[in-house]
């Protein structure tokens, strides 16, 4: 099976043939891998070298003209560098584009904390109106980036990981997918998380909510799970602990209710280890997530 960075190279290489309003805007990054596209369409195939803050610049300059952007690097340079030029370039200019990272979280654990961004999605959500998927799976991620391109004008960062999930699941809309009915709680997994909450979970009477796009936030699914069982909601993701908390609690803001945010820890992990290593270490792990979601769900 490709990786999800890979898919993105064969599925934009072939768009940017189709779609004479896409450009692809790089900063080294994946350079290798875009080069043939480089060579068929020069002047919409970007490297601005070890730039981001440019990097983004030019994307925003790019959709002031009416192309239809495409701004890829790890994460970690894609959205924390360069923030301002986010802000700015896409919010502030009203302008549309695709955000695309990869390596985010700890995929890359060698690469020290410089090449890790747990917390790209807390920080895009100071900003309005931006669209963000996750997906848990190569298939879910080509047609994510398939919809983001053909996405008119829109501010869409899509967030590529090196984890997966063994299966991929159907991806039509933006919204929650019912994978398990339960009536003791809800548990929300992102991405590429829901093959450790669902062998988490096995057995326990949960509800399991596959969110592949987490903005915007599926308030609905929700709610109509949580009125189907207790209002006790666990969110499961794979980034920043307690990034989408807030928006559940306004999601249950009728009804009494708890939430529960697990995700990757704020403390810094100051060993290179390995990714399943880091997945434990952090407490997403399939037994320590029972253990977790287990005590949560425990009587006082």
């Known amino acids: 099976m490709d990786t999800m960075r890979e898919r993105f190279i064969s599925v934009t290489s072939d768009l940017l043939g189709e779609d004479p309003r896409l450009a692809l805007v790089l900063a080294e990054i994946t350079m290798d891998g875009f080069r043939p596209a480089q060579e068929r369409h020069p002047d919409r195939v970007i490297n601005v070298g070890i730039r981001e803050q440019l990097l983004v610049g030019v994307g925003g300059g790019l959709a002031l003209t009416g192309l239809r952007p495409v701004v890829h ?21 009203a302008t549309g584009g695709v955000l695309v990272s990869a390596s985010a979280s700890y995929d890359w654990p060698a690469g020290g904390f410089t090449h890790m961004a747990p917390g790209d999605v807390a920080l895009l959500d100071t900003l309005d109106g931006w669209t963000v998927h996750v997906p848990g799976h190569p298939d879910e991620a080509e047609a994510l980036l398939r919809h983001a391109y053909a ?10 990981s090196q984890q997966s999930n063994a299966s991929p699941r159907p991806v039509a809309g933006l919204g929650f997918r019912t994978v398990r009915e339960g009536r003791a709680g809800v548990v929300v997994a992102v991405g590429p998380l829901l093959d ?35 209002a006790d909601v666990v969110l499961v993701e794979p980034y920043l602990a307690g990034t989408s908390t807030a928006a559940a609690n306004d999601a249950l803001a009728h009804v009494p209710h ?29 037994r320590s997530l029972r253990e977790r979601i287990t005590a949560f769900r425990a009587p006082n």
């Open 73 to 93: 690097t790890f994460a970690s340079f894609l959205v924390e560098r360069p923030f301002e030029q986010v802000k700015l370039d896409f919010g502030h200019q």
């Open 151 to 160: 996405a008119g004008d829109d501010k869409v960062y899509v967030r590529l």
């Open 196 to 230: 450790n909450v669902l062998a988490a979970t096995e057995g326990l009477d949960l509800t399991v909510l596959y969110a592949p796009t987490v903005r915007p936030f599926d308030a609905a699914a929700v709610r109509e799970a949580a009125g189907r069982a207790a």
């Open 258 to 286: 708890r939430v529960l945010g697990l995700g990757v820890a704020r403390a810094e992990l100051r060993r290179y280890g390995t990714i399943d290593e880091h997945t434990a270490a952090h407490g997403l792990d399939p």
